[in-house]
């Protein structure tokens, strides 16, 4: 099983209404020295068989075709071994 995570965020040029208010927040509790904050999405998908350069490819439209919206996001592709969940499961949470 290959998995592979897809990190979609807003391009730079587009404003982040989520991303400015989360940086606004911070210095109300206490935390200092952030200069910026951006809110993207994760997606991590779990795909049948090995990874593969093929695979890759594929789940790159995936990303460009439904889970991103090109016009105003990027995204990046990458495998991973394990799962958010996984690692969370494993710490005890």
């Given at each position: 099983?290959a998995r592979?995570v897809?990190?979609v965020m807003?391009?730079?040029?587009i404003l ?5 208010a989360?940086?606004?927040a911070?210095p ?5 020295g952030v ?11 779990e ?25 105003i996001e ?6 991973e071994?394990?799962t958010?969940a996984e690692?969370?499961?494993e710490?005890?949470?």
């Amino acid at each position: 099983m290959a998995r592979y995570v897809v990190d979609v965020m807003p391009k730079p040029e587009i404003l982040d209404p989520q991303g400015k208010a989360v940086h606004g927040a911070l210095p109300r509790l206490g935390f200092t020295g952030v200069v910026d904050v951006r809110q993207g999405k994760r997606f991590e998908l779990e795909v049948e068989g090995e990874a593969t350069p093929e695979l890759l490819a594929e789940v790159e439209r995936i990303a460009g075709t439904l889970l991103a919206n090109p016009v105003i996001e990027d995204f990046e592709v990458h495998t991973e071994e394990r799962t958010v969940a996984e690692v969370a499961q494993e710490a005890g949470r």
